[in-house]
């Protein structure tokens, strides 16, 4: 592995990145990709005077290294796509085109990321994948979807019942949340919070990520016990989201007692949270250099009652879901995902681990609460939205346990906080966490004042759309709730 | 067939028997207490630690329609000025009443906040019907709406439910902060449910913009131009917030 190696979570200089000849920089990226190395992160940034700095980072899963290195356009603003022999880098240069005007020769498919109303255009003008054949029939779906979920539009070429593409366009939600971390003057308070609603869903798991990041520029040293309770919130997230998807996947088959008894075992979960930090989604628990809530008085007690008491009924309905031959025969060999593609899509998360494929941060990358405390590696391999489910079960049993082991050492109470520190000027640093939906990145840069200049976000989201759109092929589309309920991705967390 | 049976006797009741007065943990941040008399000349420690602007000193105010319910301005505060009481009831039919001051107590709040116009009462006391438009919504607010048609919050039985089609609604709940992308759309669905009708805008980033107010990337002039008669606050608001702002509104006792 060449180029700078970095630590997750670990601070470089700016100036330690390499900055490579294009012609390097393309075959550098193709020599470590082929190296089996995973694409992480792959975006532009303002190089003064006109000039994109372009970065790339790269991950070694197997050495917990990642490796960073860069190239500069001046003038002339086009490279050689990497989307066709490595297909993870198709929506991240499609980005970079979109956002900086650089342009991957040979990208098959250069189309708009977020844009919904390009300039000029007075509609939306998104050009659809098509399937052409006088038999072929097309289902739009979107903006606005049929529940209370968020917008994005869908596109189906259709042979009778059967799905022969899925083109999802995203970019409705867009808040430009981005650039809102670049504000002059707001504090790291604000910032966090900000974070935490990139996708509220995850709200742990972005925080968490800004936070590691301002951490690690600052060089702080979060107090024990707030690493506990970070870990623990986050791991009770995982199974309040986790525990919600299994309801959710029981509705859309209409196995009514899965989805009413999981989605009251998910309330027990989530207003843990609320005991420990006043917030069913863990917001305001998280501070730069902390947390704000320690599990002072009895709450420790009382998370890990609620804890039992959640992982008993989630057992049990389990028990049920699983067993239940209607159920088995509507996730069995629907929306399949085989490990080929879901490793050439740079697919993460819970998703890409019910495809066989080993990746998870906590494992692979530990910083933080998982540095002392291992998290054990699970996959499935029929990639199916039977194994998305099941790997769900699985990991709800992990946290929990996780949350138990937390609890037996928990670090005595004192500090909560360490004192924030200022940035380190004209630095780098990458930040990862593995969230319940998948690897989250927030990717930071200083500048000579040790202000953010450029901040970056990819949610698992960003990776996964795309293993969703593969997985629909040759399934009926009535089929197709269940396999998106099966990723339950992230709009905004995707939009930004 | 037994498992089954089984599991449901051990699930037991689940459903929250008063969504009026249930109890909610001391820790959840709810209805703000303000208490002036705490503050020292030229103390601004609550506006500053405040990541939305909503607070003012002098007198002092927070506007529940910024408001985030994050509690950095209660811990900032070492005198007690602010306090986030667990009252979870603070929807409200008026966008200048969710600005909290020690002059509008909890009492004014809670008895005079949903206003009673009559018309919401004839239609929809016994169905009220919603679609839901999230415009930027961050899935928060989008995770709570939904937990209030679960089994243990179960809004049904007062006959408010979220629909599929705007075209089977008697009005929209919008939440997030309104972005450009979406603006059309919300129009789209706002056209498309039948008069009469109402809005109801749930969260801190459909009310102000909340976190996002200063993104370039939003385009807020559907509230200019339609009435809005439910506010409600929190990010999220919690269920019971919302459940409880509707059922007011309506006039379900």
């Known amino acids: 592995m060449n180029g700078t190696i970095l630590k997750n979570g670990k601070p470089v200089g700016l100036k330690d990145i390499p900055v490579l000849p294009i012609g390097e920089f393309e075959d550098r990226v193709k020599a470590e990709a082929l190296d089996g190395l995973r694409v992480v992160a792959f975006f532009g940034a303002a190089g003064g005077r006109d000039a994109v700095n372009l970065y790339c980072v790269l991950a070694d899963d197997e050495n917990s290294r990642l490796a960073a290195f860069a190239t500069l356009f001046a003038g002339d603003r086009t490279y050689r796509s990497f989307t066709p022999d490595f297909p993870a880098f198709h929506l991240f240069e499609r980005e970079a085109y979109e956002e900086y005007g650089l342009l991957p020769e040979g990208h098959p498919a250069l189309k708009p990321v977020r844009n919904i109303f390009p300039a000029g255009s007075d509609g939306e003008v998104y050009p659809f994948d098509r399937v052409e054949g006088e038999e072929v029939h097309e289902v739009g779906v979107g903006p606005i979807h049929a529940g209370v979920i968020e917008p994005g539009r869908f596109r189906f070429s259709c042979l009778g019942e059967t799905v022969h593409r899925l083109d999802i366009h995203l970019g409705y939600q867009r808040r430009g949340a981005e650039r809102l971390f670049l504000r002059p003057g707001a504090p790291p308070e604000a910032l966090l919070l900000l974070a935490e609603t990139v996708a509220g869903d995850e709200c742990l798991g972005h925080g968490l990520a800004f936070a590691q990041a301002w951490e690690g520029l600052g060089g702080a040293d979060c107090p024990l016990r707030a690493l506990a309770v970070r870990g623990l919130a986050l791991e009770l997230e995982r199974a309040a989201m986790h525990i919600g998807d299994l309801a959710a996947l029981s509705g859309d088959i209409a196995y009514l007692p899965g989805q009413a008894g999981l989605g009251a075992t998910r309330t027990i979960v989530i207003n843990t949270l609320l005991e420990i930090c006043g917030s069913r989604f863990g917001r305001g628990l998280l501070a730069v250099g902390g947390v704000n809530y320690g599990l002072d008085g009895d709450i420790a007690a009382r998370v890990r009652a609620n804890v039992d008491a959640a992982e008993d009924a989630a057992d049990r309905l389990c028990g049920l879901l699983f067993s239940s031959a209607s159920v088995l025969s509507r996730f069995e060999s629907t929306g399949t995902v085989s490990p080929q593609t879901a490793r050439a899509l740079g697919m993460v998360g819970p998703a890409a681990r019910a495809s066989g494929l080993s990746l998870d941060v906590r494992a692979d990358h530990p910083a933080g609460p998982y540095a002392s405390f291992p998290v054990h590696r699970l996959t499935l391999k029929t990639g199916d939205v039977f194994a998305r489910a099941y790997i769900r079960r699985l990991e709800i049993t992990q946290s929990f346990n996780f949350i138990r082991g937390l609890l037996d050492g928990l670090p005595a109470a004192g500090d909560l906080v360490a004192p924030p520190r200022p940035l380190r000027p004209e630095a780098f640093v990458v930040s990862l966490v593995e969230s319940w939906r998948g690897e989250t990145v927030h990717a930071a840069l200083t500048d000579a004042s040790g202000r953010l200049a450029r901040y970056k976000i990819v949610d698992a989201s960003f990776h996964n759309w795309s293993g969703l759109e593969q997985a629909v092929r040759g399934n009926g589309i009535s089929d197709f709730p269940l396999c998106n309920k099966s990723f339950n991705l992230s709009y905004c967390g995707f939009d930004l | ?253």
Request: one cysteine or more; proline letters at 6%; aromatic letters at 8%.
């Open chain 2, 1 to 253: 067939m037994l498992r089954l049976i089984t599991n449901r006797i051990k699930q037991g009741h689940q459903t929250i028997r008063d969504l009026r007065r249930p109890g909610v943990s001391d820790r959840f941040r709810g209805l703000p207490e303000l208490n002036a008399g705490a503050c020292p000349a030229d103390c601004a420690a609550c506006a500053a630690a405040c990541p939305t602007r909503a607070i003012e000193t002098a007198p002092l105010t927070l506007d529940l329609g910024k408001c985030v319910f994050c509690g950095a301005c209660e811990r900032a505060c070492p005198r007690g000025g602010i306090v986030f009481t667990s009252r979870f009831r603070m929807g409200t039919a008026y966008r200048e009443r969710l600005v909290a001051g020690e002059a509008r107590g909890l009492n004014f709040y809670m008895s005079r906040s949903v206003r009673d116009r009559g018309e919401p009462r004839r239609f929809f006391r016994r169905s009220l019907k919603l679609r839901q438009v999230s415009a930027g919504g961050c899935a928060a607010c989008e995770l709570e709406l939904n937990a209030c048609s679960n089994v243990n919050f179960d809004m049904g039985r007062y006959g408010i439910e979220f629909t599929a089609s705007p075209r089977h609604a008697d009005g929209l709940v919008v939440t997030g902060p309104i972005t450009k992308s979406m603006s059309r759309a919300l129009e789209d669905a706002y056209a498309a449910v039948p008069e009469p009708k109402i809005v109801v805008l749930a969260g801190a980033c459909a009310l102000s913009g909340g976190l996002y107010a200063e993104s370039d990337e939003l385009d807020r002039r559907f509230l200019e131009t339609h009435r809005v008669d439910l506010f409600i606050p929190g990010c999220p608001p919690h269920p019971l917030t919302f459940i409880n702002a509707v059922i007011d509104f309506i006039g379900r006792k």
